[in-house]
């Protein structure tokens, strides 16, 4: 039994910083790669940033330079360090990743939390 569960969120005005995190609890025998995705109010999820389990990176070109992506194999942890927010940032916030399990890499997500970014 695996759960992705997501922490970190709030209220933040323009120009301010939050770090999401992302905790895979359960039996984990492996993560291939893992990801922040975000639905903002009245539009469709879309990728935000993901990292490879060796540690290779990609962005958004909206949050290049801004955002950074990491994860700690040990603990099974992803973050997302959101610096110079913009009031377009705000949206729910979700993790995903492959997890290994019954013999497979398996897709799951987190239930999301929520950034709110102020003008």
């Known amino acids: 039994q695996v759960q992705l569960v997501e922490s970190g969120g709030g209220l933040v005005q323009a120009g301010g910083s939050l770090r999401l995190s992302c905790a895979a609890s359960?039996?984990?025998?492996?993560?291939?790669?893992m990801g922040w995705y975000r639905r903002a109010p009245g539009k469709q999820r879309e990728l935000v940033a993901d990292?490879?389990?060796?540690?290779?990176?990609s962005y958004a070109d909206s949050v290049k330079g801004r955002f950074t992506i990491s994860r700690d194999n040990t603990n099974h942890t992803m973050y997302l360090q959101m610096n110079s927010l913009k009031p377009e940032d705000t949206a729910v916030y979700y993790c995903?990743?492959?997890?290994?399990?019954?013999?497979?890499?398996?897709?799951?997500w987190g239930q999301g939390t929520l950034v709110t970014v102020s003008s």
């Open positions: 990292i490879t389990s060796g540690g290779t990176t």
């Open positions: 359960g039996i984990i025998v492996g993560i291939r790669t």
């Open positions: 995903n990743a492959d997890l290994y399990l019954s013999g497979r890499y398996q897709e799951r």
